[in-house]
């Protein structure tokens, strides 16, 4: 299958033990947040999004943060399992409307059975 | 259809050659994206279009580059003259609503590469 990236940075994670994602943006008028997931060989998948106006939104095992005073996007991954290794991107919406979203370079996690 | 279609899935073409990359919405999606995605990097915007109008081409790198939409449905993205420098994944994505407070779904891409 095609690899997604080769030189990305890697988080290795136990499986069972809980996977922190980080992601720095830049753009202080960003409303929208979007973390996506991608496997070897496919598009990237939506995971979980939020607006500014949250800093906290929770899915089923994944939870982000925003810390919009130090532009600042996490994903929270509990309990990981080895379904969750992928490269993960955050992604804003750079300005308030009809906008593309700009994504931001991955993070590799692999989970170690 | 079920989601965002591609094709071809692989091309491999001849530098100075034009190729076309197709994009099949999901069904009653209005927003389609254009996005380039290097290895090891997130995708780059290239363009997007709102049903059959194209809102914004500022991600298309040159004028080789153009993509149409004639019928709010399908979409091509032609590349004229191939450079090696163009060698990617070509990804489509689509959206049910228009702007980008809402999710996107992506298909599974083309990978191009000029030789």
């Known amino acids: 299958g095609e690899s997604v990236g080769l030189h990305l940075p890697t988080l290795s994670v136990q499986e069972g033990d809980n996977s922190i994602i980080n992601c720095a943006y830049s753009n202080s008028a960003s409303d929208y947040f979007i973390w996506y997931k991608q496997e070897s060989g496919k598009g990237p998948q939506f995971i979980i999004d939020i607006r500014s106006n949250m800093d906290k939104r929770q899915g089923q095992r994944v939870t982000v943060l925003l810390n919009k005073t130090v532009k600042h996007l996490s994903l929270q991954i509990a309990a990981t399992q080895p379904g969750d290794s992928a490269v993960y991107f955050c992604?804003?919406?750079?300005?308030?409307?009809?906008?593309?979203?700009?994504f931001g370079k991955g993070t590799r996690l692999s989970v170690i059975a | 259809g079920a989601g965002v279609s591609q094709s071809p899935r692989y091309k491999v073409t001849k530098r100075g050659q034009d190729v076309a990359l197709r994009c099949d919405p999901i069904s009653g999606h209005v927003s389609l994206y254009w996005y380039r995605q290097a290895l090891g990097q997130g995708p780059e915007f290239l363009t997007y279009?709102?049903?059959?109008?194209?809102?914004?081409k500022s991600g298309l790198p040159n004028d080789r580059f153009s993509a149409e939409r004639p019928e709010g449905s399908i979409s091509t993205l032609t590349i004229q003259r191939t450079e090696q420098r163009d060698s990617a994944m070509y990804r489509c994505?689509?959206?049910?609503?228009?702007?980008?407070?809402?999710?996107?779904?992506f298909g599974s891409g083309t990978r191009l590469t000029v030789v």
């Open positions: 994505a689509s959206s049910s609503r228009t702007g980008s407070h809402y999710g996107y779904t």
């Open positions: 279009f709102n049903y059959e109008a194209q809102q914004d």
């Open positions: 992604a804003e919406n750079p300005n308030s409307g009809n906008t593309p979203l700009v």
